[in-house]
């Protein structure tokens, strides 16, 4: 089984992995002769922050509480990625915890796929429908358009020529803060139109002056892997090169938007829930302590809900129930659900509850639209996948006047929770969230705001 390994060496080997001006150590400078690992030497160590509560009595182990987090070399921790034989797993997995003082701990690394939808129904509207339902007009009137926001697509990679086509209107790709992970060949904004290429595409309805950051996060080459999965330790090292993204911006304009289309669907890929190594029920996996740690920096993190609706589910869909897992359900994202330009909710969009918050997804916002012909003409923008980049781009043409020191990330989500547009039950309820996207309502809610603070 494929694990990630969290060691805590020496201060100096933190540090040198922690920083991206030195060069980082190799997996097996950091992590030789751990006993019964197949280390992959390909992987690049990735430095964890600790999780460091803010309350002055607070629980030290207790994710469920304000954290910051630190990346000094006395408190981060690494990652390097192996496997271990599934042959006694559990014994050989006790003997690593063991022989080894400076394990941490040992994590499952679950495969990763895109959200595309279930069905062949064909698309309702197209993305003009979209971009007058999101008041793309509006937002353009007040300046509120992306430029200038770093929008980060973590998906199959990006082809910008197809959407300049598409969309009559150039992408921006920011080739210098793009990254690919080891393994995966191509620039940026140069791969097959795919999955991205249409997550790219909606995200630009909204925002078409952002700055696209291309993680082709999904374009896997490790053996026995397709075209359009990946591994979570792949997000982890992302989510970490986003970090120093972020932290390179001026304070007063610091702003990072990151749209993911995916999601894992199987627990055969993931330890038991209540294994401490597991990922879908477990806030202290390292890939969900990246997210929390991203978010606090100052990130929008979207994640797709997932297409596991009970009226439509996809095929791989394989959790019995609560299918909204892992980072899709934490509690410091926006989790997206999906509805039509009719405003109907779209079967295949997972319901709640979620198993990191219960109270997911937070919105919906619109899918199964005729859009980006990443597959064809004729072929719709589907599954949530549309959806949180559709939403994605809202919250980047937000950004474009409103930076994280004027609203944090917490903030923005409450705005955009508060004043959805409710659709079922009074209040939340696990189909629609808080209810679907509503641009009018979010922007007269800042104002609100702006009028209060000046």
């Known amino acids: 089984m494929r694990v990630l390994i969290q060691l805590r060496p020496s201060p100096d080997v933190v540090a040198a992995v922690a920083d991206p001006a030195t060069a980082t150590p190799a997996a097996a400078d950091v992590a030789a002769r751990l006993p019964g690992v197949a280390l992959d ?16 009595d607070a629980d030290p182990l207790s994710m469920d509480q304000e954290l910051d987090f630190s990346l000094a070399a006395s408190d981060a921790t690494v990652l390097v990625r192996g496997e271990i034989s599934d042959r006694d797993f559990g014994a050989r997995l ?26 062949g129904d064909p698309p309702v509207g197209d993305w003009r429908d979209v971009g007058h339902l999101l008041k793309v007009a509006d937002l353009r009137a007040e300046g509120l358009d992306g430029d200038g926001v770093p929008l980060a697509v973590l998906d199959t990679g990006i082809n910008a020529k197809h959407v300049t086509q598409v969309m009559g209107e ?37 925002a078409p002056k952002a700055s696209v950051i291309d993680i082709p996060l999904l374009r896997s080459q490790r053996r026995g892997g397709s075209a359009l999965d990946g591994l979570l330790s792949d997000a982890v090292a992302a989510f970490a090169h986003l970090r120093t993204v972020l932290d390179a911006l001026p304070q007063d304009s610091k702003r990072l938007v990151v749209s993911n289309s995916w999601g894992s669907f199987s627990p055969a890929w993931d330890f038991p829930v209540g294994q401490p190594g597991n990922y879908s029920d477990n806030a202290a996996h390292p890939f969900n302590v ?13 994640f797709a809900a997932g297409n596991c609706g009970r009226d439509c589910r996809d095929g791989r869909c394989a959790y019995p129930d609560r299918p909204i897992v892992g980072a899709n359900s934490h509690p410091s994202v926006l989790s997206i ?23 997911k997804p937070d919105i919906c916002a619109y899918t199964h639209f005729s859009g ?25 043409a937000i950004r474009t006047k409103w930076p994280v020191s004027k609203l944090s990330p917490a903030q923005l989500r409450t705005f955009i929770q508060r004043t959805a547009d409710d659709r079922a039950d009074a209040g939340f309820d696990f189909d629609y969230g808080f209810g679907i996207l509503d641009v009018m309502g979010v922007l007269q809610a800042l104002q609100r705001r702006a009028k209060r603070v000046s």
């Open 41 to 56: 030497e390909g992987y690049t160590p990735v430095a964890l922050p600790r999780p460091v509560p803010t309350g002055r």
């Open 170 to 206: 150039q992408i921006k790709i920011d080739a210098k803060n793009s990254w690919n992970p080891t393994g995966v060949k191509g620039k940026p904004g140069e791969f097959k139109v795919d999955h991205g290429t249409m997550c790219a595409f909606d995200a630009m309805i909204a």
């Open 337 to 359: 659900g999906g509805v039509d330009v009719r405003n109907e909710r779209v079967g295949y969009s997972s319901q709640g509850p979620g198993r990191l918050s219960r109270r």
């Open 290 to 302: 990246a997210v929390a740690s991203l978010e606090r920096a100052g990130a929008d993190v979207l």
């Open 94 to 119: 006790s003997l690593l915890s063991s022989a080894r003082s400076d394990v941490v701990g040992v994590f499952s690394d679950p495969v990763i796929e895109t959200c595309p939808t279930c069905g």
């Open 372 to 396: 980006s012909k990443a597959f064809g003409d004729g072929e719709p923008d589907s599954g949530t996948s549309a959806a949180c980049p559709v939403a994605a781009g809202v919250v980047a």
